[in-house]
């Protein structure tokens, strides 16, 4: 180093031998050469489905010189396509998968070769939330869409996918802990919330985990499949015993192409580096459905009215779920799940359909668990549930109003930078926080769409107890409805309304209110005590209810320990929460508290839904 | 752009260095500049232009200094340029602290102001990369002519150079005007520098993909966690505490290889930082540039040892805390300042040795890096709450709530561990290798580099779940 730091370089300024020349000539040559071969001879870039696909289409669109956004996309545009790094990353890949087990940082690579996407293992947990609340959160999201469809006489049966993660935890190196009791809890808050709920944990018990996923793909194989179209059929009650089916099931081996390996390209090998690798027979086993005559059934129908749906993700879009569930209910069957999408997406195309055919009568919709653990599910509900358009005039919940950011009728410019749209202040509404009451903005946009999120306050305790939504708001819409989702009820919490333009936009506010679009209220005829007094009904009967009568009641503390409500099926209810089901409810309860409280004073009010 | 990346790699610097070569020598300052707008404003072009505010004030600020000087009579005691440098500094330090320090004031002053009277509102700034290098340089520049130790740079395009020159815009090291002044209007372009540049840039490059960019996922995810037990507290510390040193070192060579490719000796940043004995001899050998800005431009300025030894330990904790906000707009830095400051000052109490200085050389290396890692958790936390769990953690104190995240330590980390700690205390700087460059050792580099490469295009990988190619 010299007096001014700068480097030193010993000798006499010149380069000796061959070695700097050649060093130079490999350095120049190999960037060079990469250069030109990944712009002169690229790689076709690939072609995305679903989400991922819309999701390119909008960044393309909204790629701009300014903000980075158009030179992040040539970069990426110019790694997709990097013919050089399609040389030497199967090699590389290869290598570092099967010696050092390791897959890059967004997989997990797990015993004898099965690989995990990491984000499915190991839980991003921003607000660390526990995995109570994160089950919580699922179910209310979930319990939100029975009350929508039940409300158009729809039944749901939901199907969890559980992770696979979890199915086969043995299979993952030592120290990992996919927390599997996030999908145990959402099973357990689903049913504590009545809705009809297949449990895949239990099904799949007996079951060797190897054989119901594929060791390098995110999917569950055509065994599993079979298990869950089997108990979905069997938890909607319609599954026909075996004889007097006009179907029957046949293992047949399924080709390398159908078989999932989608992680081994998320490690970076091409379709050529990953037929290096011995293909795993449990991946290779797929059970068709044939006919009396032994031919393989047509797919199920993908469009037109049925009486059962199918709605999810590529879980039950590939994989012959429906033509399995149309087995096992020996009827036909629509599937509208599409691959890359979410689930409320497909339910949401369902939805726009059935306004010139109908609704099914039984929606079965797939949910994988890892979109509840990750919040995929929400930002698509907001929409599916405002899209749909189901909104009519009812009476307003709250006459709180809402502080507003912008003033009402004026034109305001929106950039990409998020603003306050308006505040909801404490103790304003009081809801059981399972999406019964919206959020309801009228107004236009023009330009680029608005993003719009409803938001619990800065504050972290909030953060955790509840969902922020997000939906978009396209010129020419003039309303959009934003429910509340929690997963306990929301006792007068504060509420922000964020609003942020894609690109440039013109947003007129006209006003922000609450509705509670299926809200209606009935008194419940409380019968005097019988026997012991410790049994006491409760009786409402809703008004032309469009379905089976719903009722959502709500049952106040305090309660001592260990207190058991129980309704009439014996189905087991948590202390303090909301619960749906028939008219007739039976309060078996402890003579301490009728003691203390008197019976009449623990049932406040009832919801009937219409 | 970044070096490690493929756009730079393979179309940029390629590019770069064909029109480089093929400008006649007189306008390569002029041909490197406007490569260096291209690079710096490749995500963000308007920022082009506040570099360019800020070139074309220092450079009229610079002249009119040398004017001043030039038209000052005989007897005047008046500091010719006064008023000219302190335009300089206004503007420097007014663009840094905007930019820099303006989302944090804002911030902090509406946490005072939310308990009582409600808060400010206010757009956040985005920060312009690099602007914290190029204002320090442009300032030693003013200061430099001021003073009298640099000559007013001649032409224009040299100044445009000087202060966009993109090897070292974005993260260092800090080159002062009087450093380089010489080589900016000449300088010689040799095949045995562009050797010694290649070499630099090939070690770099592999110590920041190979070493720091994976140590930093276990760093990355460590104080990110929600709580760690102590074996894992200190693996994330201990992989911040490389990352850190590879990545920042590893950049720095990189970008002393490519001056060097471009015929200019820049200055050394690090020299072994890891083998200091005590905080005074880490702060000789860690950030060197920047140690030797805060010197002569902050500590000195404002009394230094001149004023009795009370002075000398407040200007040396001033300079240490405005050290550690210069790294970032936030409390953890000015802590980390402080805790480096207050160990400087205890072992400049200590007659300049170390608190433990009776101790065997080995015992004060590790005791004074297990100082320097308890620093980084400061550096690194991304607030003083989390940076106190983590030492806590360290120390045995352990929380755990409802899910805790395992640290996911996997082969290829072991391996970066081991590699990290060989290299940092068994091997010669990267300097040290260019300056003595031999054949054997410019060979060892070369699959080192190819491996880096390599695994470039393999994190490179852009992952879709969905797709038909």
Redesign the interface.
């Known amino acids: 180093m010299t007096k001014e730091g700068l480097i030193e370089l010993e000798g006499d300024g010149r380069a000796h031998g061959v070695t700097p020349r050649l060093v130079c000539a490999l350095f120049l040559g190999l960037i060079a050469a990469t250069g030109l071969i990944d712009t002169f001879a690229s790689r076709p870039p690939p072609r995305l489905l679903g989400r991922e696909a819309a999701n390119d289409r909008r960044r393309r669109e909204e790629a701009r010189l300014f903000d980075g956004s158009l030179a992040r996309l040539f970069e990426d545009d110019t790694k997709v396509r990097s013919r050089v790094r399609g040389w030497v990353s199967d090699p590389w890949s290869l290598f570092l998968y099967r010696a050092l087990a390791e897959g890059g940082d967004k997989l997990v690579v797990g015993k004898d070769g099965w690989l995990f996407l990491r984000e499915r293992v190991v839980l991003d947990n921003p607000g660390h939330r526990s995995a109570e609340t994160i089950a919580e959160q699922g179910a209310a999201l979930l319990s939100t869409v029975e009350r929508w469809l039940a409300n158009h006489g729809v039944r749901l049966v939901v199907v969890p996918v559980p992770r696979k993660s979890v199915v086969c935890r043995k299979l993952l190196p030592r120290g990992v802990d996919p927390a599997p009791e996030i999908d145990e809890q959402l099973l357990q808050a689903l049913r504590e919330r009545g809705v009809t709920t297949v449990d895949l944990l239990a099904a799949f018990a007996d079951e060797r985990s190897e054989e119901l996923f594929f060791r390098r793909g995110t999917h569950w194989t055509e065994r599993a499949v079979a298990i869950a179209a089997r108990e979905a059929a069997r938890a909607a009650g319609i599954l026909v015993p075996e004889a007097e089916r006009s179907t029957r099931l046949r293992a047949v081996p399924i080709p390398p192409a159908r078989q999932d390996t989608v992680l081994l390209n998320y490690m970076g090998l091409s379709r050529e580096g990953a037929a290096l690798l011995p293909v795993r027979v449990e991946d290779s086993r797929g059970i068709d459905v044939i006919d009396r005559d032994g031919n393989s059934v047509e797919p199920a129908a993908r469009e037109g009215r049925r009486r059962i749906a199918v709605v999810g993700t590529s879980f039950t879009a590939t994989f012959g779920f429906g033509e399995l569930v149309a087995h096992f209910a020996d009827e036909d069957v629509r599937v509208e799940a599409r691959p890359g999408t979410f689930a409320m997406t497909s339910l949401a195309r369902l939805f726009e359909e059935a306004r010139d055919v109908g609704l099914p009568e039984l929606v079965i919709l797939e949910v994988p668990n890892s979109a509840v653990v990750h919040h995929r599910p929400l930002p698509r509900l907001a929409q599916v549930l405002s899209d749909i358009g189901l909104a009519s005039s009812v009476p307003v919940l709250s006459t709180a109003a809402f502080h507003l950011a912008f003033d009402p009728g004026t034109a305001t410019p929106l950039d990409t930078k998020r603003r306050m749209l308006a505040r909801l202040p404490e103790g304003a509404a009081f809801h059981s926080g399972d999406g019964i009451v919206f959020v309801r903005l009228t107004g236009s946009v023009v330009g680029a769409p608005l993003e719009v999120e409803l938001a619990p306050v800065e504050d972290a305790r909030l953060t955790r107890a509840s969902y922020a939504q997000v939906a978009t708001w396209e010129a020419g819409r003039t309303e959009l409805l934003l429910p509340i989702v929690a997963p306990a009820r929301l006792d007068g919490s504060r509420l922000v309304v964020l609003v942020r333009s894609r690109a440039s936009s013109e947003f007129t506010l006209d006003a922000v209110e609450l509705r509670a679009p299926f809200a209606a209220k009935l008194p419940l005829e409380l019968a005097p005590p019988r026997g012991d007094a410790r049994l006491v009904q409760a009786l409402a009967v809703p008004e032309e209810p469009r379905s089976a009568a719903l009722i959502e009641l709500e049952i106040q503390g305090p309660f001592p320990d260990g207190l058991l409500i129980r309704l009439a099926d014996d189905t087991v209810l948590v202390p303090g929460r909301t619960v749906k089901r028939d008219s007739v409810l039976v309060l078996p309860l402890r003579p301490l508290l009728l003691e203390s409280n008197g019976a009449t004073t623990l049932v406040r009010d009832a919801f009937a839904l219409r | 752009m970044v070096f490690a990346?493929?756009?730079f790699?393979?179309?940029f610097?390629?590019?770069f260095?064909t029109a480089y070569y093929l400008t006649p020598k007189g306008g390569r300052a002029f041909t490197l500049a406007l490569a260096s707008y291209v690079f710096y404003g490749?995500?963000?072009?308007?920022f082009v232009l506040l570099m360019l505010v800020s070139t074309v004030v220092d450079y009229a600020c610079g002249r009119s200094i040398a004017r001043e000087r030039s038209a000052r009579k005989e007897g005047d005691d008046t500091r010719p340029g006064k008023r000219w440098v302190v335009l300089s500094l206004v503007c420097n330090l007014g663009l840094l602290g905007y930019f820099k320090y303006a989302n944090f004031g804002i911030e902090t002053l509406n946490a005072v102001l939310g308990q009582s009277a409600g808060t400010l509102s206010w757009?956040?700034v985005v920060l312009p990369v690099g602007i914290s290098f190029y204002t320090f340089q442009t300032i030693s520049y003013t200061v430099d002519v001021y003073r009298g130790a640099a000559e007013p740079v001649k032409r224009f395009r040299d100044f445009m150079c000087y202060v966009a020159m993109f090897p070292q815009l974005v993260a260092g090291p800090i080159v002062?005007y009087?450093?380089i002044a010489d080589q900016l209007s000449s300088r010689?372009h040799?095949?045995?520098?562009?050797?010694?540049g290649?070499?630099a840039?090939?070690i770099g490059l592999a110590k920041k993909v190979l070493v720091a960019d994976l140590l930093g996922?276990v760093a990355d995810?460590a104080f990110a966690a929600?709580a760690l037990d102590t074996g894992d507290a200190w693996l994330g510390s201990l992989a911040y505490t490389f990352q850190i040193y590879f990545d920042f070192s590893g950049y720095s060579d990189m970008a002393?290889g490519l001056g060097?490719m471009m015929g200019f000796?820049?200055?050394?940043n690090f020299?072994r930082p890891y083998v200091s004995a005590s905080i005074t001899e880490f702060w000789r050998r860690w950030h060197?540039?920047l140690s030797?800005f805060l010197r002569d431009y902050l500590y000195i300025p404002l009394g230094g040892n001149r004023h009795g030894e009370f002075r000398t330990y407040v200007h040396l904790g001033v300079t240490m805390l405005l050290g550690g906000l210069w790294h970032g707009a936030a409390w953890t830095f000015v802590a980390w300042g402080a805790y480096q400051g207050f160990f400087l000052i205890m072992e400049r109490l200590a007659g300049k040795r170390s608190l433990y200085a009776s101790f065997p050389r080995a015992v004060r290396i590790l005791l004074t890096f297990v100082l320097v890692v308890f620093g980084w958790v400061l550096f690194r936390a991304p607030d003083l709450g989390s940076a106190l769990d983590m030492a806590s953690a360290m120390i045995g104190i352990v929380q755990r709530?409802?899910?805790?995240?395992?640290l996911?330590v996997?082969?290829?980390h072991l391996?970066a561990f081991a590699v990290a700690a060989l290299l940092v205390w068994t091997q010669p700087t990267t300097?040290t290798i260019?300056?003595?460059l031999k054949?054997h050792r410019?060979?060892i580099v070369?699959p080192l580099?190819?491996l880096a490469?390599?695994?470039l295009?393999?994190?490179?990988?852009?992952?879709?779940?969905?797709?038909?190619?």
């Open positions: 990346s493929a756009v790699l393979y179309l610097l390629p590019l260095l490749w995500w963000r072009p308007d757009t956040e002062r009087n450093t010689t040799t095949l045995d520098k562009f050797y010694r290649v070499i840039f090939q996922q995810r929600p002393i060097l000796r820049f200055p050394i020299d060197i540039s030797r709530p409802t899910l805790v995240t395992p996911d996997r082969t290829i391996v300097q260019v300056a003595r054949a410019a060979w070369q580099f190819l490469i390599v695994h295009h393999f994190t490179d990988h852009v992952p879709f779940l969905y797709f038909q190619f």
